[in-house]
């Protein structure tokens, strides 16, 4: 059995690989580096191409797959929430003059190409998924073939948040010959989840009492949902105030309605509740103009460098009175909140406006850090570990802190490996 890393190593974006047998070929992924113009081609000749989840680093390039009668497969909710992120890649491009030779009839022929499947049977080969946590509907992949286990874990987590449960490795299978492991914060090890979500009430309470507007960038995808159900849930509790909070984001509420007729991807609090994701304290408004202030906004784009997020903090970001309140861990260098926040000023039309708003970065991530790595692996005990969707000195980390268990290698774009 071969395995080739053909995208996805030693940097996170544009994550493949390709699982070869003399009867059976598989890609597991099939992404694009969001914000570069041309992702490379992988190649497009596979059986199947499994999706892990619907982050466009793991799916954008599908695509590129539309002629071809691809057999797609992957959970509803990815497949649902893939669909939307290609149609709205489709009219980013077109809107910003840009050649892209696609329309939405290719992402709705990828959306009619997908098989909706836990298990896969080819020639030779066994395909099964397994809930990684990470976003909603994304799942780990395990390959038997010619007696051998590959466990592919895509992004995942091991931690429960508020809305979804994170990976089982209880559930996962022992033993595998070779685990092929996310690295993206294998040097990184972050506070208890319950203390972030302290910090974050902290500073919601904070601005306020200081009857301040509170901006909160999130991306449409799953942050949207889970820190608006966060923060209706923190009302209903009396754990926060009563105060006017939105969301701002046509393909964020398009896909909230996919969390509603979803709802077996979620925990089982959420399952039990009829539409969760109706929030009685959050309301979603179509533009900015709408917001009664104070109030608290979650809107995209998650990085504020377009779209409502960087409206509302030019508007915002001079007034001490107001808050940013950053989710992500990642800032792209040079972005509106990357300045914002470490050189306290923002650039509009060519003036340097001061940011006096407080700006902080409280990091919600939906990856595993450095404990949860480790202790995947441990419980695991895989015979070979393969670093992927990680930086080089991430995943060098890790590798240094799990080598005395499992047999490590950081492969090389390209690299083929046999088993
Ligand atoms: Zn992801």
Redesign the pocket.
Known sequence: MKINFLGGVREVGGSCISVETDDAKVALDYGIKVGEKNSNGFPTEFDVVIIS?A?L??SGNLLSLSHGNPVIVGSQITRDVTADLLRDMIRIQHMNGNHFPYTNRDADNIRNSWWVRDSVALPGMSITLHSAG??AGAKMTGIQAEGKQILYTG?FCLHDTEILKGSTPENLPKNPDALIVESTYGGTTRPHRSRLIDQLFTHILDAIERKGNILIPAFAFHRTQEMAKRIDQAMERGVLPNYNVYTISRLAHQITGHFNSHKQFFTQEIQQQKHPFNYRHVKHLRRTSQIKEPAIVICTSGFGHAGASLHLLNQWAADEDNAVIINSGYLPPESPLEIAKEKGELVENGNIIPVHAEVEQIELS?HADQEELIELVSKLEPDRTFLVHGEMEQAQLLSKKISGMTDVYIPEKNETITL
């Open positions: 989840h982050h680093d793991h990470h976003v992004d939906g």
